[in-house]
């Protein structure tokens, strides 16, 4: 869904690499692995504030901070706190949207419309998903 979501972009590629490497899946072992494979390209890691808020439990996560862009996507009820130097985004629309809510809203047979790409829409109701 995610390549369907961004097929009109040119500068956006998905790759699904941590398929192949070992579980559970380390956000520290994935960026290792890209700048690894990928040494001219720059990396970025994006959350949002509730993923933030609790970096202190990611394996190695000073090391991923340290070492990382880290890009954060504020949420409501989830304020930003640290001393790193993250990169914040600031000036960009609050939204009350995420998968999760995306999930609930096919569950109870309402529309998700504008809310996912055409293409992305189109795929979850050819293929029924999220509906059990």
């Known amino acids: 869904m995610v390549r369907l979501a961004i097929s009109d972009d040119i500068s956006l590629n998905a790759i699904d690499i ?5 579980k559970p899946s380390y956000t520290i072992d994935t960026i ?11 990396f970025s890691v994006i959350m949002g504030s509730d993923s933030f808020q609790n970096i202190s439990k ?3 996560y000073k090391d991923l901070i340290n070492q990382n862009q880290i890009v954060i996507y504020e949420r409501r009820g989830f304020t930003i706190k640290g001393t790193y130097d993250q990169l914040v985004l600031n000036n960009v629309p609050l939204l009350d949207v995420s998968a999760s809510y995306i999930r609930q809203l096919i569950k109870e047979g309402k529309s998700i419309r504008y809310l996912v790409p055409d293409r992305v829409l189109e ?4 293929g ?4 059990s």
């Open 32 to 42: 290792s692995y890209l700048k690894e494979k990928f040494p001219t390209y720059k």
């Open 123 to 126: 795929e979850i109701e050819k």
């Open 58 to 60: 990611w394996k190695n």
């Open 128 to 131: 029924r998903y999220y509906k």
């Open 18 to 22: 941590e398929f192949g490497m070992p």
